[in-house]
Each structure stands twice: as structure tokens, then as C-alpha cells.
DNA sequence: TAGATTGTTAATCGATTAACAATC
DNA sequence: TAGATTGTTAATCGATTAACAATC
């Protein structure tokens, strides 16, 4: 997928960085680092090497510690990386340490599969507030939250200090919600519909695009059938494997 | 997002390339100007110079045309893009003219909702097949389709021509199915199970993770946040949207 | 012809990778 | 001390961008 992303970094002469200038590409990877590292210290692993966190993580050893020197040096040498050392340094800069609050607005049909994900609730993230246009919608409960109209938006996000808001609604409706998010304080969007979103400066998008990710696969399934037949057919020397992310 | 991605380029020495050889990030970028070219078609345009496609697919126009020279030379210096032209020749490289058929395995909170995403069927997709190890899913009507269970997997891809996997299963079970599908011949998959699947050469895998997405927002929350304390406060120069993707 | 816009060049930037010195 | 493994260096690679010659 891609990511649009512009320019907002300050000036920072002098004193110790407030916080870690992190290469866009290393961000998009503490995720899964942190995710590799929690299945460590369940299975009772206290210590794990580049190597070892590198394979459970789906990447080489050297981008691994290439990521993680960006962050400090954890590490021992000639030992590896101390796992719930790592996973709490990972988690606070992440911003884990916190457990957000979360909007979603559009409860159709994927909107409603989102409120009741498990991954969210597990991963650091509370949804808080569900919301849609739709007044067959409101009212209806799901998973333990009733449904609101959108325009209680505001009002909610104010109250339940939402940062962070989640778009599921049909394209033609999402640049309105993100105005309104936006208007309302939320500083960071997950964008499920298919569309640019125009939002000001300071404010993040991510955008989830089902049928694109489908659609990049496809072009390597006609590649790779425009090559089996060709003389000699086809060659592999390996299994491709992409993480969606910027 | 990031997604993993073992080389298998056989040398294709002499002769005119069967297939262009696209940039990864190209590639990643087409479906999105696929998208933005079906809305101008529709809003009937004829056609679009590079400046406005790029703002509608969000992206700057240097590196549009760019991107759209690597398919060849299908504009018009003074002019710009036939749009219906650069719709079929996107759709062609992308394998779009045919529409591919696609299993998805397990009929959870998430997989449900994506058995009945209008998205898939509306741009290129038809999900043939619904599969999940629960016994008390199979049999279950979604959409039109019945579950099977997953020991049915083998014969219903090669009878239904499945190239496209799709993986919506706790993921302690995602490694399993990985290994059924490519057992069956799907080269392609598309997973959401928070966990990195091994593949042999030659099949592509793509990751969705929910969790990460806004796992990545949140450090973007955190920073912001640690800026604002900063003294100086936080300066924004412009909105920083990013769409996943490799 | 004059104006517009593509396709390409070349410079820049950021990310990846292998190798190895530092050091536990 | 010997073996292991990190953190860093430097080379390489790929992607982005601005500028502009080509050309409709």
C-alpha cells in the first residue's frame, strides 16, 4: 500500500531529542517486532538475538538492528536483546503505554466487524464511540456500545478524549467524516474507504484498501502466468512476501 | 505496512519483455489511479492530464507520470490521458480483464464481514468459495455462498480455478491454511492473521494487520503529543496521509 | 505559432544490506 | 581467553522530485 505523508518536522537545534527521529519505514515495522516479541515472552523466552527476532518477525537480522539502534541501544553484545526490556521500550514509543481511544463511524457491514475485533482491544486500543448516518443504525448495540448518530461526534470525542478515528463508511460519506473528526479534535485517521481524504496539516492519515491489496496480488498472478509461458517457464527462488504498511 | 519480498526475477536477456518490469512502488500505486480514473469516467471526463489524476489518486504529478511511463507512452504532450485508453491499459497490466476467483478461510467477526464486501466483487473479484475448520460454521449460508470446511479446500480450488487465497483465521490456524492453499495451487494470498506465514518460491503473500495500522497512528499521536509539550508547541506545514501498501 | 503538457533526465533522498569492529 | 552477537559503517539500491526538452 502507500502512504501519502507531508513534511511537519520542527526545527531541533541543540539538547537531547524529546523524541527519536524514526525513519518512516523503521515505525511501520516496531509493530511487528512487538508483536514477534509478545509471542517470545509467552513461550518464556527472557532473551532473543537479532537472528532469532528477525525470523519471527519475517525480516532480516541486519534491518532488525538497524530499526533498533534507531531507538537506543537495548541490546547485549555477544548475549541479544532482553525481550521484556524491548517489548516495554517498544511499547512507549509506540505510544502503548496508553491505552487509546478509538472511533469508528459506519457500522455496515465491515464497519460492524471492525467494532467487534479482537486484535484492537488486545493491541492497545479501546473503541469507545460507534457512529453512523444511517437512523436504522442508531440505537442498535454492538458488542456492548449502542450505536450514535454522527452528529453526537463532537460532543463524544470531547468527552471520551478520542484521538484516534476509524472510517468505515461508503466513499461517497468519508470526506465528511473526516471533516468532521477533525473538527472535533481527532488528530489521526484509519481511512477503510476508497478515497483520498484531504485533511490539514498535523492530522494522519492511513488508508486500508481491501480491493487494492487484491488488485496488487492479481498483477503478480498475471506476471506470473505471463511468465510460465514463456520458454523455460518459470523460475522461483523464493516466496514473496509483503506486509501492508507505508 | 511493509511486506516481505524474496527476489525471483529469471534473467530475460534480448527480446521485447513479455511483461514491463514495474517498480514495486509502482505497482502499489496503479490500483489507486485505477480507482481515481473510474471516478472521472464516471463524472465524464475524456481526459485527465497528469496534474488532476495525480490529485485525484492523492499523489504529486512528477511522480504519476513517472509511474505511467514505465507502462509505456499512453498520453498526449499538450493534452494529457485518454482516460478509458489508460482504464484498459491499467486493468490489462494489473490482469483485471479476467476476473479472478478467490477462496477465503475462515468465516469469523472479520472474515464474514469480508465475504460480503461489496469492494472485492465491484473491482475485479469474485469470492467463489467460503471455507472454515468450525463445524458449526459449516453448512451456514453468506451471501449466497455455503461454508465448507476446510478439508474441501483442495478440490474446490482446482475446480473452481482459485488462484487468490484469502486468510481471515485466528492465526494460530493461519500457517496451517497457508500451507493447504499453496498445497492446492493458490499462488497468491492475501492475509489478515497477525502472524508472518513461510511460503515456498514463487507464492506472493500480502498482510493486512488491523492493529498495526493504528499501532502505527498511535506513535504518531505520542510524537505529536511530545511536541506539543515541547516549548515552541507543534507546527504543522500540511496533513500527513499515508495509504497501505508495500 | 503559442500554449500546454507529456516523458525523461539527473540530482537527491531514504532504505537496505553486508561486513566488521566493538564488546559482552 | 574464545565465542557470540550487537551497533555502526559504508556501499548499494530503489524511489522521489524538480526541471525541462520534446511535441502535441
Redesign the pocket.
Known sequence: M?QQRHGNTPGNAGAVPAFPDL????IA?LPEYLRALHNLAEAGSDT??????AAAAG?????L?????HLG?????????DVTLLIDQIEYILGLDQRRAVALVGVGNLGHALAGYDGFASRGFRIVALFDADLEQVGKAINGLTVRHVGELRRAVVEDGITIGVISTPPSAAQGVADDLVAAGVTSILNFAPCVLSVPAGVDVRKVDLAIELQILSFHEHRKASLTALPGGLVGEGGNQEAVGS
Request: glycine share 12%.
Open positions: 502507500s525513519p518512516e519505514a523503521t515495522r532473543i538475538s537479532s537472528e532469532g527476532l525480516v532480516n537480522s541486519a534491518k538492528r538497524k530499526d533498533l539502534s541501544s537495548y541490546g547485549t553484545r555477544g548475549v541479544g536483546y
